[in-house]
Each structure stands twice: as structure tokens, then as C-alpha cells.
């Protein structure tokens, strides 16, 4: 079937899966070349290819966020000078304030320049053929610019259909991928998920979430019955040799939300404490003081990080409890952990 | 207070962690000099000054458990011709024979002999000051014996005590760890533990377990009220570039319980597809083809296994079901997984 740009397409069922878009900071010059997003792997390539051909030498990266800090580490391996620019005063402040600081040190530490408490102005172009990124704390020259300070839903299309958008501002779904006209599904970086921890809709454009609801819109409309029960919120990221991650809420996040909370933060090792290579571990529980539960749980460090977030998003899922935790069976050997893992560590020091 | 060892001791309470003791071939001549087993760090400090002092270049290994196969690289790694003799055709058999292939292909690779079907008949000095090893496929000559068989409970004063064993032939504990005398207290490689997946005690003398059950024993002594929750048989360990891992039952062990089960082995990778350093993953769910429960997983691959098993622990520990391990909320970048992670690919294989 050909399909012209203007024909009407009849359908059964509608598949909204219109993504979403980078958020533009609003400032003057912001489409002057060399400022770049960073969505997809097209774009990827365009920035690696601007950095070759222009023998670019200096890199200004505008937020902080895991794009924004992933693209750090690769413009370090290209050699490029790169300083970020941050409205906060620490990177990754979600973490708190102690691991925040870990992360910074990271970046400083592999020649990445932070520029704190610093608002962008606006691009101008420089006499040199260069950008002038003119920020709060003064300008400065840059060969290219990424823009990474967040993405907002694609809802254009659904808000012209009329369908429902959610508080978030993303178009809102039920457990089955359905909008609110229920032939009409929505999956991926254009719809909500449902936060399993705080039982509310949450907006988290993350490429793994997309592909769960993909398939689970897609199975439903091709005849099952299939319901996705959300998320509990697991992240993570590699900045240079610092794995990071988290599942769940923080203590702020849950504080926020009325709970009473407290929390134990304890650094551990990633391997049996005489095996080659063992890393630092810094984990924080977060639990609900009143049931006992976990809440959530952030690490970061070396090596192991991901792998105990992944265990204490298993355990949020299934709502296990603390004491559970505290001598949870996990594989033991000293090239993956001490008989005491700092999972068992952290829940033994939070039932205090 | 001096204690002689013919004072009797008063007590309010006895704590017994009598440990294992390593299991005996029972053949002519294992008391030789240079054959060893390995139980504990002096041990393992005995050995390698054996080893350096005798100039030994050819290490016999018996048996093919855990202790054995560590034992095998670190043989190697000091340079030493190993060869491993083992009743059965391959090595780990409980992981299944595909899996079990893999380890032997680690070993092979590795410069490991494996000599298959082979029983151990006995040892005499042979006329170079070595020992010569008799097996059913012949006879070989070694500068260093390891024994790896296995170990028994020391259960020799719990039974002159009058406490009762459990029908692995550990003494028998409940969840507070008081033996049948409820002021003795028993922990360790001595007692049994409850496996929570075949709901029966089970003797699993591993490290981790004995530190737990300590603790535990402790608390309660001490005056708290502890439940110890059990295992569900997680264990690893790493052999050369492999990392080997299980939780729960094998798909053997549960029919023997006369479960009706369904299993999915899956080959997956440890990050994403396009990361560099990314490796070979092999999983395989068991699970309940009645409940639809996980009853366990077995895992083997160069990276990741020990991750993933562990989150399947905790699954299990749960009680999650497939459906909730298909599209469980694990933290992803491609660092770290695919956006589909082994474990998701894996339950929806065996959903089907």
C-alpha cells in the first residue's frame, strides 16, 4: 500500500510512539553550528564527525545529567578540553550531597572542568570561528557545544487526538499501554509509567522502560492480556571508573511524599577485602520507619554498584523487608563479595 | 580465669561450631608427605611454601568440587602442570552437561588435564621422592596432592552431648539455631540449614552461611529474638575467566522432589551488544510448571553471572513470579546490560 503524505489511514488500533524531544534552554544563538543534543545514534555520529573535521579542541557541556555526563567521558577519550556548565553546585545532587561529591571528584579527577552554580546566557559567534558560551559566571570559547538538560515528551499529536495527559505532562496510560481512548496505545519517551514505590504516574524517558512498554502494548493489542506493573525507579550510569546507580526513592524524594524515613550509608568493599582489584562501595538505604520497608537505595563506587541496585530493586519489587535483606542469600566467593555483603551491611546497620 | 582441659566448664549457654573436616579418599598411603587439602588460610599458606620449597612442578587435583577447581588456577598460576582426576565425565555436573562442557572447556583451555572417569586407588612414594598416584586410568606421578572431596560435619561432641543430628548427619537447628538441647546453640559448617525452595534442611557448608548462622546464634544468646529465614542455595565461584553460579533447585533436583518443571537456557550477553568488553552469558530457569514459580537458575560466562544470579536469589527469596522477572524494573545502561537484561529474556523464553 502507497502512502501519501495527506491520506487518511484507517486503523483498528493506534500506536502512539512519538518519543520525545530535547529541551532547549531558551537563550540567544542556541541554533549557531556546533551546538548540539544528544538523542540517538545519528546524532552521535554527527558530534564525532563535527570533532574531527573541525579539529575541534574544546567541549562545553550545559547540564548535568547522565547524558551530559556520559558525553564527559567520551570527549576526554577524544582529548578534548571540557568544562560543564551547572545551575546546582554539585552534579547528581539526587544522590545526596556525599555521594554528589564522589561524582564531582570523578570528573575533576579525569580532567573534567565544573563550572558550579553557573547559569547559561546565551551563544554568540566568536571572531575565532568559535563559540562564545556566555554563561553567569563569565564566557567562554568553545570548538562545540552539547545541550543536555532534559527531554520533554512528544505529545503534539496525542494532545491533538484528545488524548488525556497525565500530571507529568506526558500522555497518560493504563497498566495495559491504553490512553484514555482505549484503542489508542502509548508506549516509550511520549507516555508516563506508573512508580511502583510512590504509586504514582512518573515521567522517566529511559530506553529500557520504552522497550517493556513497547512490547506489552504490543502483545495487548495483538490479542493478549498483558499488564505491566510499572517500575520502581532503577538507574544507573559509568562515568569514568565510577559506576552509579539507584532504585526507588531517596530520603528527600519519600520526605516529600509525608513518609517518615531513616536511612544508613555505609562504604564497603566490592570483593572480599583481600582480593585483587576489590573496589570501594558506597551504599544508602532509605526505609519507610513505619512498616519497616525498603524505600530505596543508591550506591556508587567502583565496581559492584549496579549489580547490588539490581538486587535492591528485585527485593523493592517484592516489597521485602529489611530483616529479609539483612541476611539475604546472595552467591558468595571472594572474587564478588565478602561473606558479608555491604547490602547485608547496610540493612544490618538500618534496623538499628 | 585458667582453664585446664580436664575442668569441667559451667555454663548458662553452649555455642558448638565444631566446622567440617575434610573427607578422606580411604586409600593406601594418603598419609604421604606433599598430599594436601585445603581448608582454611594456613592451609593454603602450608601449600604454597611446599610448593616453593620442593620446587613442585606437577600438582594432582582429586576431585572436581569448588576448593578443587579454585585450587586449579591457582596451580597454574604458579607455573605448575595440573592434572585433575574425577570420577564422573565432567566437571559440575549439577550446572547441566552444556553448562558443565563450558567449565571443562575453562579448565582445558587453561592448560588443566582433566582425566574423566577416573577413580583414585591409592598412593605410594615413588623412586624419585615424588608421589605416585594409582588411578583406574593409570598411574601418574605428582610433586603435590590435593584432596577435594568434600567435607563432613565434626559432629563428634554434639553426639557424645546427646544432641540430635538431622538427616544430612549435620546437627540439626532451628531457626533460632538452638540444637535439640534449646540452651545449645549450634552454627556453621557443623549444622544443617533450611533450604527455603525444597522447604527441607539441607547441609550446605559455605561461608557466608556460617556467618549468618553465628550472628544469629549470637543475638539470640545474647537475649534478641532472631529468625534465621534460610537459604535458597546460592552459591559461585570463579575458575580461570569464568564465572560459575546457581540459586534454588536444578531442574534434577526438583523432578527428584517430584515437581513438574519447565526450563529456558538462554545466551545473552553481559552488557549491551555494542559495548566493548562485552561477553557470553548463559542462563538457565527452572521453574514449577503447576505454581509458575521460579524454583532456580544456573549461570556460567565471563562476566555478569554472579550479578544476575544474585537478583534471581532474591526473586526466589520473594517468591516473585516469571511474569514480575520479565519485565522486572533492573537498572540499565550499556555498560552494564542490554535494555533487555539475560534475566528478562530468559523468564519470557520460559513464559511461552
Not at 502507497?2 to 520525545?20: C, H, K
Not at 551563544?123 to 527531554?151: N, R
Request: hydrophobic share 45%.
Amino acid at each position: 500500500m502507497e502512502i501519501s503524505g495527506s491520506d487518511p489511514l484507517p486503523f483498528d488500533y493506534l500506536m502512539v510512539a512519538t518519543g520525545a524531544t530535547p529541551r532547549l534552554p531558551g537563550v540567544s544563538g542556541e541554533e549557531l553550528e556546533g551546538i548540539f543534543f544528544l538523542r540517538n545514534v545519528t546524532d552521535a555520529i554527527r558530534i564525532k564527525s563535527f570533532i574531527h573535521e573541525r579539529m575541534a579542541r574544546r567541549a562545553v557541556v550545559v547540564g548535568a545529567g547522565l547524558v551530559s555526563l556520559e558525553a564527559c567521558e567520551a570527549f576526554r577519550r577524544l582529548g578534548l578540553e571540557t568544562t560543564v556548565i551547572y545551575r546546582q553546585d554539585l552534579p547528581m545532587r539526587r544522590w545526596g550531597e556525599d555521594f554528589a561529591e564522589i561524582i564531582l571528584a570523578e570528573l575533576e579527577t579525569n580532567g573534567v572542568t565544573f563550572m558550579a552554580d553557573t547559569s547559561l546566557e546565551g551563544f554568540e559567534p566568536a571572531p575565532s570561528g568559535q563559540i562564545m558560551v556566555k554563561t553567569s559566571s563569565g564566557a567562554l570559547e568553545a570548538d562545540l557545544v552539547l545541550i543536555g538538560i532534559g527531554v520533554t515528551p512528544e505529545v503534539s499529536l496525542a494532545s491533538q487526538a484528545g488524548l488525556n495527559l497525565g500530571p507529568t505532562g506526558a500522555i497518560a496510560v493504563n497498566e495495559r499501554l491504553q490512553t484514555s481512548v482505549p484503542f489508542i496505545y502509548a508506549a516509550g519517551d511520549c507516555c508516563e509509567c506508573f512508580h511502583r514505590v510512590s504509586r504514582k504516574p512518573v515521567y522517566a524517558p529511559l530506553g529500557d522502560i520504552a522497550n517493556k512498554q513497547g512490547r506489552i502494548a504490543g502483545a495487548n493489542i495483538g490479542g493478549q492480556n498483558i499488564s505491566f506493573p510499572g517500575i520502581v525507579g532503577s538507574i544507573c550510569f559509568k562515568v569514568f571508573n565510577l559506576e552509579v546507580a539507584s532504585t526507588g526513592l531517596t530520603e528527600e524524594e519519600a520526605r516529600n511524599m509525608g513518609l517518615e524515613t531513616a536511612s544508613a550509608t555505609i562504604q564497603g568493599v566490592s570483593k572480599a577485602h583481600v582480593f585483587p582489584g576489590s573496589g570501594e562501595l558506597h551504599i544508602r538505604l532509605v526505609a519507610d520507619t513505619d512498616s519497616g520497608r525498603l524505600l530505596g537505595a543508591q550506591a556508587v563506587g567502583s565496581d559492584g554498584v549496579v549489580s547490588r541496585i539490581n538486587v535492591l530493586a528485585t527485593g523493592l519489587s517484592a516489597n521485602l523487608s529489611l530483616e529479609e535483606l539483612a541476611y539475604l542469600d546472595l552467591a558468595y566467593a571472594p572474587p564478588f563479595s565478602g561473606a558479608w555483603d555491604p547490602i547485608h551491611i547496610a540493612a544490618q546497620k538500618l534496623l538499628k
